[in-house]
């Protein structure tokens, strides 16, 4: 079924996701092959922002079970429901390492740009949208369905992003020092940062769709653990 952009944004909606953006992938895109040998012809970021994913999260069965990784049990589940109501195959930020880029497709979809952070800042959301999967239809969708402009880095002369890290973790130049930021982060559970990352909180952009300090806390919880994971 082809769905109309309107009825799957109801779906993802539904669910606490969005649509971020869509295009149509090429080789130098690092695609999976589907099923059967098929390529796929368009591809659909899902992702979320502070607002719309934490109240769904935290009422779910995956969050009161006690058992690891709720957000990625409560991802698979709803969107493979809709992958499948749709007929998509769809692949997950969580499955790896080897990862898949979602970076680079994010990209690609327009809208991002790269902030000092690591995280990419959308020109509405700010640095505040996660990547929860992508569809992938073998047939040709819409294009671009929202509007392709830059996103809000490069314009921003002053970077307060920068200033606000109490750790000195981040530079024009060089980006995000993750060792430093984890350091700090060590110090102790009373800081600041562990409810919310400073830098993120300064961007002017998308200050509707920030985290709630229990939701960037969660956040925090599974980055130390990750990072934790692949320094083992
Ligand atoms: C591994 C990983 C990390 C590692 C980075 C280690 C490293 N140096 O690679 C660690 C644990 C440090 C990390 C931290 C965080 N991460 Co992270 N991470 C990932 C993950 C699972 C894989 C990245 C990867 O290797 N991709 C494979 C390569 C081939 O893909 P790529 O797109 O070409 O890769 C680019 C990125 O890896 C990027 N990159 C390189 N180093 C770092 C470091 C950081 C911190 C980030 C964000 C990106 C980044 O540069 C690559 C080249 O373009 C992705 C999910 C995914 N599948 O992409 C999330 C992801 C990149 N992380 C994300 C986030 C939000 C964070 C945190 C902010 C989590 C938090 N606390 O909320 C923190 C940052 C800490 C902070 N100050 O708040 C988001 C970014 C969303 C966005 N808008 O851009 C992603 C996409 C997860 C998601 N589901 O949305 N992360
Ligand atoms: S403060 Fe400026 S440079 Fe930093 S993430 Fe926001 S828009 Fe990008
Ligand atoms: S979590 Fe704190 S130390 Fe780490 S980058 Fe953000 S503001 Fe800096």
Redesign the pocket.
């Known amino acids: 079924m082809k769905p109309a952009a309107a009825t799957l944004d109801q779906d993802l909606a539904a669910a606490g996701f969005l649509l971020l953006g869509s295009f149509s992938p090429g080789p130098e895109d690092r695609i999976p092959d589907l099923a059967h040998g098929h390529r796929a012809a368009t591809l659909l970021l899902i992702?979320s922002t502070g607002p719309t994913l934490w109240p769904k999260l935290i009422e779910s069965p995956e969050f009161a079970d006690e058992a690891p990784d709720p957000l990625d049990r409560y991802t698979r589940r709803t969107l493979l429901g809709t992958a499948l109501k749709y007929g998509f195959d769809v692949l997950f930020?969580?499955e790896?390492?080897?990862?898949?880029?979602?970076?680079?497709?994010?990209l690609a979809c327009g809208s991002?740009s790269r902030s000092p952070?690591?995280?990419?800042?959308?020109r509405d959301f700010g640095?505040w949208?996660?990547?929860?999967a992508v569809f992938l239809s073998r047939e040709p969708l819409w294009e671009n369905t929202l509007e392709d402009r830059p996103g809000p880095c490069e314009a921003c002369e002053d970077k307060p992003c920068i200033a606000a890290c109490p750790a000195d973790a981040l530079s024009s130049e060089t980006g995000?020092d993750?060792p430093k930021?984890r350091a700090h982060l060590e110090k102790g559970r009373a800081l600041d940062c562990w409810t919310g990352?400073l830098?993120?909180q300064a961007c002017p952009v998308g200050q509707n769709h920030l985290q709630a300090p229990d939701n960037?806390q969660f956040?925090?919880e599974?980055?130390v653990g990750?990072?934790a994971n692949?320094n083992k």
């Open positions: 992702g930020p969580f790896g390492p080897p990862y898949h880029p979602f970076q680079q497709w994010a991002f952070m690591g995280v990419l800042a959308h640095p949208s996660g990547f929860r995000y993750v930021c990352c830098a993120r960037a956040h925090m599974s980055f990750l990072y692949l």
